[in-house]
């Protein structure tokens, strides 16, 4: 393997890398939500890798392009996902509760943590995220990219049968 | 071109493997297990052919089989965040928070708190002794970890 090869290798996770970064930044720096930050970061980088490949379209051929691209897209969705676990899965807030609370009883979580309780923390990061409005008791759906996760999970829940 | 075709029959054919087992057998393969067993089978291919094409086309499947791994939770178990949307969705984008949080309630019911904790206590990382509930040293392992990502990017839990 030569050195361009090895660059090659390790672009998608140099740019990821960098993408962490950019959004630890904005986070430090910003007050904006955290949703639109680790998107428009992404937007950013992956536009920069662009202008890079087609700077420099003599070094590659078009696998390594192609790879470029979908590594650093696939991993940038997981640290995505590292990022929301913390805040959204109910799984992670389970494991919350158990270790703040030693030795609690399963009929404890279950009438500490109901639907309602669910239903007002979800609404309560659904407003702060921007991805709803809510004005008085009235509640708008405000976020269009959310459209695009709720058709996308749709297609592929209907894909594996399983109803909403 | 060729091995940009290769990856995506192979991606295809994962999916296929997949949506055809979970809808004809009931079976999830998308287990950790599976994760592990592709990345050995890649690495002992990756060694052996020593082609530089093959290694990259080897990563970006890893990648995929990866995300796909992720993803799959919130494709089998229904959310509340989805539900919520979905309400919201069928009624035209708006409506009163009584009404979408009767019809959440009638949706969810009680079972989505009893499968996580079944999930987390199926995976190890909450065991039961006398029916209480305690964590243990992988589930304390991964609240300090995600502790530890909330710190360093000042995020923000609303609990």
């Known amino acids: ?164 | 071109m060729e091995q940009i075709i290769n990856l995506i029959i192979y991606c295809f054919i994962y999916i296929f493997i997949h949506l055809g087992l979970y809808r004809l057998l009931n079976i999830n393969v998308n287990k950790i297990f599976t994760v592990i067993f592709i990345f050995l089978i890649s690495l002992f291919l990756g060694i052996k052919t020593s082609s530089n094409e093959i290694v990259l086309n080897l990563i970006n499947f890893n990648l995929f089989v990866i995300c796909f791994y992720i993803l799959m939770p919130g494709i089998i178990n229904n959310g509340p965040a989805l539900l919520i949307i979905d309400i919201l969705m069928k009624e035209n984008k708006k409506s009163t928070k009584e009404k979408i949080k009767h019809l959440f309630k009638i949706k969810t019911t009680s079972t989505v708190v009893k499968n996580r904790l079944k999930i987390n206590i199926d995976r190890g990382l909450i065991f039961r002794k006398n029916s209480q509930l305690f964590l243990s040293k992988k589930g304390k392992i991964i609240i300090n970890f995600f502790n530890i990502i909330i710190k360093i990017f000042k995020l923000k839990i609303y609990e």
């Open chain 1, 1 to 164: 393997m030569n050195k361009l090869n090895f660059l090659v290798l390790f672009l998608p996770f140099i740019f990821t890398f960098f993408y962490s970064l950019t959004f630890l930044i904005l986070q430090q720096i910003s007050d904006k939500k955290y949703l639109s930050k680790l998107i428009y970061s992404f937007l950013f980088l992956l536009l920069l890798k662009i202008i890079l490949i087609i700077k420099f379209y003599n070094f590659f051929n078009i696998q390594e392009i192609f790879y470029i691209l979908f590594a650093f897209t696939c991993n940038c969705f997981i640290f995505m996902n590292l990022i929301q676990v913390p805040i959204s899965s109910l799984q992670v807030k389970l494991l919350r509760m158990v270790s703040k609370n030693k030795g609690i009883k399963e009929k404890k979580i279950n009438s500490l943590y109901d639907s309602n309780r669910i239903f007002e923390e979800r609404l309560k990061t659904f407003v702060n995220n921007g991805t709803v409005k809510k004005k008085n008791s009235l509640i708008k759906l405000n976020s269009k990219k959310i459209l695009i996760f709720y058709v996308f999970f749709k297609f592929v829940k209907a894909l594996h049968n399983v109803r909403l």
